[in-house]
């Protein structure tokens, strides 16, 4: 019975083909009268073969679609790779020009270095130089606009430790600029900077500029340190203070001078 079911099924789908190939030997009136009875036939079958074509058409683009925006997103990532590098060779020029022009190469054998680390809460960066570079212990490290960071406490083979000079461990001699008035320069954590054991007599103001003295050890003299800003006094103590605003911008240390020599 199955049998007969299907080699019915045969016969009618070969007939059916038939009449499909004939209908080219007919007239209008004929095969529109075909077309019409058959066309929810052919319907379905069109819209199966479509929907498989479109399907697979559609896996055929995805993939494309896919492998086109992968390659998007490698071009993109590299272009934002060398934007970034160029910037960033932009602002390095930006600051040796600067260094430059401030005439602080002609003054000091000096050592462009990068920093790479930043610790605000320890008042130290690291720099990418070290003993490979000749840079050694205690050697001064100075911004482009010659204002004074700190000194090499730490030295490897390719890196070194700066401590910043509002760094509690950091001391040394200071004066106001352009006058006799003598301090000390004490670091008091977190990027704070105190002037100390100024003579009362002296009148400190605020917006007074503080510089490196020749006292300053192994600082070279008149490098930029602070902006003088609140004034202490005390009845009992002979000595006035006050808070110094650092010359340098942390968050925008990049590039930084290790001077080798004075």
């Known amino acids: 019975m199955k049998l007969s079911s299907v080699r019915n099924k045969i016969i009618i789908g070969f007939i059916l083909v038939l009449i499909i190939f004939s209908l080219n030997f007919f007239n209008k009136e004929v095969k529109n009268f075909f077309y019409l009875i058959s066309s929810p036939i052919q319907k379905i079958f069109w819209n199966a073969g479509q929907n498989i074509s479109g399907f697979f058409g559609f896996i055929g683009k995805g993939k494309m679609l896919e492998e086109k925006n992968k390659e998007l997103e490698t ?30 190469q002609k003054e000091f054998n000096l050592k462009t270095a990068e920093v790479i680390s930043r610790d605000q809460s320890r008042d130290f960066i690291l720099i990418n130089k070290g003993l490979k570079d000749g840079i050694k212990e205690d050697m001064p490290v100075i911004t482009q606009k010659k204002a004074l960071l700190g000194k090499i406490t730490e030295v490897y083979d390719n890196f070194s430790r700066v401590m910043l000079i509002s760094s509690t461990s950091s001391s040394f001699d200071a004066k106001v600029s352009d006058s006799d008035i003598l301090g000390l320069v004490k670091g008091r954590g977190g990027l704070n900077l105190e002037f100390s054991l100024v003579p009362k007599d002296k009148e400190l103001k605020e917006g007074n500029i503080v510089v490196t003295s020749t006292l300053g050890g192994i600082f070279p003299k008149g490098l930029l340190i602070g902006e003088i800003q609140k004034i202490e006094k005390s009845d009992t103590s002979p000595f006035q203070s006050s808070s110094l605003r650092p010359f340098f911008d942390f968050n925008d240390l990049e590039i930084v001078f290790i001077i080798i020599s004075k």
């Open 75 to 104: 071009k993109y990532f590299g272009l934002l790779a060398e934007n970034t590098q160029l910037k960033e060779l932009r602002k390095e020029n930006d600051v040796l020009r600067e260094a430059l022009n401030s005439e602080i």
